[in-house]
């Protein structure tokens, strides 16, 4: 599936958004952390959506299945991966208004 070679945060992104419509990925630093921003102009999520999109399983277009979108596990591998590498990821959506997931991760000095 083209979707999964993109990465979770980004392949969720195209899937759930439009043909046509962006997908916007910003990096930077902030306060001493490297900042992953993948942001989306797609049909958002609701509060409930929102606060659950991390768990296990968890899909919040019910029409979805394994076999038509996936096992509901991408997001909590993203979350499983930036937490052992002592970070943290969220997500700011509404309804009608895309979504904006943030991985923020300790920036190290390479000297």
Partial sequence: MAVQRRGHLIGNAVAHTPAGTPVRIGVGTEGGEAVLTIADEGP????????????RFYRADGSRTRTTGGAGLG???????VAAH???VKVGS?????????VRLPATDPR
């Fill in 44 to 55: 958002g999520l609701s509060a409930e959506e929102a606060a659950r999109v991390f768990d």
């Fill in 86 to 88: 002592g970070g943290r």
């Fill in 94 to 102: 509404a309804p009608g208004e895309g979504a904006a997931f943030q």
């Fill in 75 to 81: 997001l909590a591998i993203v979350r499983s991966i």
